[in-house]
């Protein structure tokens, strides 16, 4: 399995231990932190050129009808770099890339829907990647991966839920209150829960993460399958993201060292939980066991 990571910032890219990395659009993500425009893609291209990484562009935005033809004008461009993979999550990407005969470039990310076997395998007909929701149980995540070409996320902030409406400006206007609530990092309470949910709004939506930051470690020795694993850097410094990347670098070339390495994890950050790993899921499909 290779190693990928959100790109926080071209300065320090070479500092980044991983095997390729994920550039969010600055037009087409959903990505919540640093994205990129064409101009600085050009950039990390030729860096990714040099050093033989994989360069993976995040253009998951769900898109309307109206922008195809900027979209597919915008993808064309993109196509002129060195692309391994595409991330997406609307199906008019895929029907773009079906006519260019390009699907084994797209790696299917719907955050919360790949949930069993057989959506995996059906992706992977068009000689695509699929990236596996983290809401599940290891033996859930076991029976998925023998779809093959599968991606799963392995480390951070978790998106639960995204709505293209800008909710949180939407309440302020509301309450009545003047506030400007875009492109801020806050914090939600359910009312009977004691836990805070990261809530973000930005101009493609409003976006509500796990309170925890997920993370799948260990387990990796055991999921030999899994053709890519993604460290999300979303909400958390760069400073500690360049100590987790050389921490799962490690751990990818000496499996023996679990137990040690994943000490050293939760020193970085002690917000780190296995989530459903190891619990029952409330999100498996009728007939998935």
């Known amino acids: 399995m290779k190693l990928l990571v959100d790109l926080k910032s071209i300065e320090n890219i070479d500092k980044y231990i991983a095997d390729g990395f994920i550039i969010s659009s600055d037009i087409y993500s959903t990505h919540n932190d640093k994205c990129f425009s064409f101009e600085e893609m050009k950039l990390i291209n030729n860096y990714t050129n040099k050093n033989n990484k994989l360069l993976i562009i995040n253009i998951d935005r769900i898109i309307e009808e109206e922008e195809l ?22 199906f008019a990407i895929l029907k773009y890339f079906k006519d260019l005969n390009l699907t084994s470039k797209l790696i299917y990310d719907p955050k919360t829907m790949i949930t069993n076997y057989y959506e995996a395998d059906f992706h992977n007909r068009y000689n695509s990647l699929v990236a596996i929701n983290n809401e599940l149980t290891l ?9 093959k070409n599968v991606v799963m996320e392995v480390y951070g902030f978790h998106q639960m839920f995204y709505s293209r409406r800008q909710l949180l400006s939407n309440y302020s206007k509301f309450k009545k209150e003047d506030r400007n609530l875009i492109n801020q990092e806050l914090r939600i ?13 930005s101009k493609n ?4 993460y796990t309170s925890f930051i997920y993370c799948l470690f260990k387990e990796l020795k055991e999921l030999d399958e ?15 993201i360049l100590k987790i990347i050389e921490i799962y670098s490690q751990f990818l070339k000496d499996f023996s060292r679990a137990d040690e390495l994943y000490e050293e994890l939760k020193l970085i950050d002690n917000r780190i939980d296995s989530g459903f790993l190891y619990k029952g899921s409330v999100i498996l499909k009728e007939g998935v066991k």
């Open 189 to 201: 309470v359910e009312e009977k829960r004691d836990n805070e949910y990261p809530i973000f709004e």
């Open 226 to 240: 899994l053709k890519f694993i993604r460290i999300n850097t979303s909400f958390i410094e760069e400073a500690k």
């Open 139 to 147: 033996d859930e995540i076991n029976n998925i991966i023998k779809a």
């Open 69 to 90: 033809d900027n979209v597919k004008n915008y993808i064309d461009n993109l196509l002129t770099l060195n692309v391994d993979y595409f991330i997406y999550g609307d």
């Open 205 to 208: 939506g409003t976006f509500i």
